[in-house]
C-alpha cells in the first residue's frame, strides 16, 4: 500500500508540473468550450438572411401585414439595388439571395457556395408563393403546418457543445498521459528499476489508473463548471456522467498504453498520439456532427470510442435521458478498454532496446 501511495503521488506531481500535458488536458479542451460557447451564446435568436431586390418587388410589397411581418423575420429586405450590385453582393458573400420580379415570376439569385443559405431562402420564398398563389385562387388551405421544439427556450449552444469538448479532453489527457509517462520511464530506466523493487506490478499499474481517473473527474468537474457559467443546464441522470468518464478514460488508457508500447520516443509517441485522437475527435462527432455525413464514415466512426462517450454524455447531461442510456455506452467502452490492453500487453517492453 505505501509503494502504491507513493507511485500515485509521484505520477500526480509529474502530472501538474508537465506543462504541456495541463495544456493538453485542461487549457485546451476549455478554449474550445469557451469559443464555441460565446459563438453559440446567441444561439436562441433566429438569423436572419440578406436578400437584395432588384429594383420594385411587388411580390414582397403587396403581402399582406401578417405576412411581411412574417416575412420580415426570416429576411433582411436590403436596399433597392440594380442587379450587377446585387449579384455582387450574393457573389461575395454579402448577401444571401438577390431577388426580382419579371411579370408574375420572381427570379432569386443564390450562391453554391454557401448551400444552407441557398437552400433557406429557396424554401422559404417558396412557401411565400405557394401561399399567395392559394390565396389569389382564393382557395381555402387544407392542411396547415406547425413547428415546435422538444426543448424549452432556455435552450443554449453550449449544450452541444460541452458533451464533444468534455469527451476530446478526458481522451487527450488519458491517451496524452499513459502514453509518454510510459515511453519516459521506460527510456530512463525507470519501468526497469521498478521492475527490480519490491512493488508489484499491480501497483505500479494500479496507480496510473487511479491518478487517470482522478485527473479525469476533475476535467469533468472543472467542464461542466465552465459550461455552466456559459449556459449549460444539467438534466435527465446527469450523474451517470462519472461512470461514463471512468469508462472513456480506461478505454483511452489503453489506447495510451499501446501508443506507448509500440513508440520508441517521447515524440513519436506525441505524434501517433495526436494522430489517433485528433481524427477522432472529427470522426466522433466531438467537434461536428455527423448526421450529414456519408454512410461509410459514420460506419467508421462506429469503431472509434470516443463517439460512444460523446453520445453518452449528451444523452445524459443534456437530453434528459435516464441512467439506462448511459449502459450501453459503457459496456462498449469498457469492451474497447479490454481488447485494447490486451493488445497493449503483448506489445509492452520494460526497456528500451
Same mark, same amino acid.
Do not use: C
Given at each position: 500500500?505505501?509503494? @502504491? ?16 500535458? /495541463? %495544456?493538453?488536458?485542461?487549457? %485546451? ?5 469557451? $469559443?464555441?460557447?460565446?459563438? @453559440? ?15 420594385? #418587388? ?51 439569385? $443564390?450562391?453554391?457556395? &454557401? ?23 382564393? #382557395? ?11 426543448? &424549452?427556450?432556455?435552450?443554449?449552444? /453550449? ?10 479532453? $478526458?481522451? #487527450? ?9 510510459? /515511453? ?26 487511479? #491518478? ?31 461512470p461514463l468518464t471512468i469508462a472513456g478514460t480506461l478505454a483511452f488508457l489503453a489506447i495510451g498504453l499501446l501508443v506507448g508500447s509500440i513508440a520508441r520516443t517521447s515524440e513519436g509517441g506525441s505524434g501517433l498520439a495526436n494522430l489517433i485522437t485528433l481524427p477522432m475527435g472529427f470522426l466522433s462527432g466531438a467537434f461536428i456532427p455527423l448526421a450529414a455525413a456519408p454512410g461509410w464514415l459514420i460506419a467508421i466512426s462506429k469503431v472509434m470510442p470516443m463517439g460512444y462517450l460523446v453520445s453518452g454524455l449528451t444523452d445524459v447531461l443534456v437530453r434528459g435521458e435516464g ?6 455506452? $459503457? ?11 490486451? /493488445? ?6 520494460? &526497456?528500451?532496446?
Amino acid at each position: 500500500m505505501t509503494g @502504491f501511495r507513493a507511485l500515485g503521488l509521484a505520477m500526480l506531481k509529474g502530472f501538474y508540473r508537465d506543462r504541456m500535458t /495541463i %495544456f493538453f488536458t485542461v487549457f %485546451f479542451p476549455l478554449f474550445f468550450i469557451l $469559443i464555441f460557447g460565446v459563438v @453559440f451564446a446567441g444561439g436562441d435568436t433566429q438569423s436572419r438572411q440578406k436578400v437584395v431586390p432588384v429594383g420594385d #418587388v411587388a411580390f414582397v410589397q403587396d403581402l399582406p401585414a401578417p405576412a411581411r411581418a412574417s416575412f420580415d423575420e426570416v429576411f433582411d429586405l436590403q436596399p433597392a439595388a440594380p442587379l450587377d450590385v446585387a449579384l455582387d453582393a450574393v457573389r461575395t458573400g454579402d448577401a444571401a439571395a438577390a431577388l426580382e420580379q419579371q411579370g408574375d415570376a420572381l427570379v432569386v439569385h $443564390i450562391s453554391r457556395a &454557401d448551400q444552407v443559405a441557398a437552400a433557406t431562402v429557396q424554401g422559404v420564398l417558396s412557401s411565400f408563393v405557394d401561399t399567395t398563389n392559394l390565396a389569389v385562387a382564393q #382557395v381555402t388551405p387544407t392542411y396547415s403546418l406547425q413547428v415546435t421544439a422538444v426543448e &424549452d427556450e432556455s435552450l443554449k449552444g /453550449i449544450q452541444y457543445v460541452a458533451p464533444g469538448m468534455i469527451s476530446y479532453g $478526458i481522451t #487527450v489527457g488519458a491517451t496524452f498521459g499513459a502514453a509518454l509517462t510510459l /515511453i519516459t520511464w521506460r527510456n530512463s530506466k525507470l519501468l526497469r528499476r521498478l521492475r527490480l523493487a519490491p512493488v508489484a506490478t499491480g501497483s505500479v499499474v494500479g496507480a496510473r489508473v487511479v #491518478v487517470s481517473l482522478a485527473v479525469a473527474v476533475f476535467q469533468l468537474v472543472l467542464m461542466i463548471g465552465v459550461s455552466s457559467l456559459l449556459g449549460l443546464r444539467l438534466s435527465g441522470a446527469w450523474y451517470m456522467a462519472v461512470p461514463l468518464t471512468i469508462a472513456g478514460t480506461l478505454a483511452f488508457l489503453a489506447i495510451g498504453l499501446l501508443v506507448g508500447s509500440i513508440a520508441r520516443t517521447s515524440e513519436g509517441g506525441s505524434g501517433l498520439a495526436n494522430l489517433i485522437t485528433l481524427p477522432m475527435g472529427f470522426l466522433s462527432g466531438a467537434f461536428i456532427p455527423l448526421a450529414a455525413a456519408p454512410g461509410w464514415l459514420i460506419a467508421i466512426s462506429k469503431v472509434m470510442p470516443m463517439g460512444y462517450l460523446v453520445s453518452g454524455l449528451t444523452d445524459v447531461l443534456v437530453r434528459g435521458e435516464g441512467p439506462s442510456a448511459a449502459l450501453l455506452p $459503457i459496456a462498449i467502452l469498457l469492451a474497447f478498454a479490454a481488447v485494447l490492453t490486451m /493488445i497493449a500487453t503483448r506489445l509492452f517492453r520494460w &526497456d528500451a532496446a
